[in-house]
């Protein structure tokens, strides 16, 4: 069992920053893909950035890519993602989510957090 507990949202203006970070209990931390993922109202859940477990390459969403850096510290088990130029359309919910397997653009993931709202105002 792996437990995801996220924090750092809250409100910025447009073109601000925030930091979410997104701390997991257990041993094997090392060994999840993480990622993160967003809702927004009347939409759907999608992702976001992911990094597997093996290292290589991180993945982003186009519409994040070149303003969202994750990244992830595993001797403090946690992942992080940086959001820089903020827009009023990264408004959402934004969960963390971590899965056994090596895939990462995905949507089967195994474990949630509980998301952090993060609010763009124009």
């Known amino acids: 069992q792996v437990q995801l507990v996220e924090s750092g949202g809250g409100l910025v203006q447009a073109g601000g920053s925030l930091r979410l970070s997104c701390l997991a209990s257990g041993r094997t931390f090392s060994t999840y893909t993480m990622g993160w993922f967003r809702q927004a109202p009347g939409k759907e859940r999608e992702f976001v950035a992911g990094?597997?477990?093996?290292?290589?390459?991180?993945y982003y969403a186009d519409s994040v890519r070149g303003r969202f850096t994750l990244s992830r510290d595993n001797a403090k088990t946690t992942v992080y993602l940086q959001m820089n130029s903020l827009k009023p359309e990264d408004t959402a919910v934004y969960y963390c989510?971590?899965?056994?397997?090596?895939?990462?653009?995905?949507?089967?993931?195994?474990?949630w957090g509980q998301g952090t709202q993060v609010t763009v105002s124009s």
């Open positions: 989510a971590a899965r056994s397997g090596s895939a990462v653009r995905v949507t089967n993931y195994d474990y």
């Open positions: 990094r597997s477990w093996s290292g290589g390459s991180t």
